[in-house]
C-alpha cells in the first residue's frame, strides 16, 4: 500500500475506535454528566461527526441528560439544514432555566463565538489538533465566567499527536 493509503486507513481506525469508545462508554455517560454539569440551565454545544452521528447522539438526551436537568431543549445545527440559522439564534438567546444543548456539525469550529456558554461536549473524534483547540475555545473564549466544563467523550485529547505542545498551551 502507498504511504498515503497506509495514513488514510490509520486515521480511518482511529476515528471508528474513537466511536467504538464512545458506544461503549454511552450507557455510564448519565451519570458522568449528572456529576460534572453543574450548571442545570447551563448551553452546552455538542460536537458530532456527521448527520447519522448526531441523530443517534440526541437520541440519548433524554437518558443520559435526564439526572442533571430533565427539561433539556436540543437545537441542531449543520450546513445542509435550512433551520440552522434560527436554530442557532434561538440557542443563543435561550434564558430560560432549562438545559440547553445545541448539537452541531462541522460548526462553531473557528471563530465563532457564543456568550455565555457553560461547556463544550466532544463527541466528535478527532486527530486534528486544529480541530481540537478550535472545539475547546468555545468554551474557554466565551464561557459564562466560571469555569467552563469541557467533556472529551471520545478521549481526542489521548490521540492527538502534538499532545505535548497541546499540554504546554494549556
Same mark, same amino acid.
Given at each position: 500500500l502507498s504511504l498515503r493509503r +497506509?495514513? +488514510?486507513m490509520c486515521i480511518r481506525d482511529r476515528y471508528l475506535d474513537a466511536l467504538r469508545r464512545a458506544l461503549e462508554q454511552a450507557d455510564g455517560l448519565d451519570k458522568v454528566? $449528572?456529576?460534572?454539569i453543574t450548571n442545570k440551565s447551563g448551553k452546552y454545544i455538542v460536537f458530532c461527526a456527521n448527520k $447519522?452521528?448526531?441523530d443517534e447522539m440526541v437520541?440519548?438526551?433524554? $437518558?443520559?441528560?435526564a439526572g442533571v436537568n430533565p427539561d433539556v431543549v436540543v437545537y441542531e445545527a449543520y450546513s445542509d439544514?435550512?433551520?440552522?440559522?434560527? %436554530?442557532? %439564534?434561538d440557542f443563543k438567546t435561550d434564558t430560560s432555566d432549562r438545559l440547553k444543548l445545541l448539537f452541531c456539525i462541522d460548526m462553531l469550529n473557528e471563530g465563532v463565538h457564543v456568550e455565555d456558554i457553560s461547556g463544550v461536549i466532544l463527541f466528535r473524534p478527532t486527530i486534528s489538533p486544529i480541530i481540537y483547540k478550535q472545539q475547546i475555545g468555545r468554551a474557554l473564549? %466565551?464561557?459564562?465566567?466560571?469555569?467552563?466544563?469541557i467533556l472529551d467523550v471520545v478521549n481526542n485529547f489521548e490521540g492527538l499527536t502534538s499532545i505535548s505542545g497541546l499540554q504546554g498551551e494549556m
Open positions: +497506509q495514513r +488514510q454528566f $449528572e456529576h460534572h $447519522e452521528h448526531m437520541s440519548h438526551v433524554p $437518558e443520559w441528560f439544514d435550512p433551520n440552522t440559522d434560527k %436554530a442557532f %439564534a473564549t %466565551a464561557g459564562d465566567n466560571t469555569t467552563p466544563l
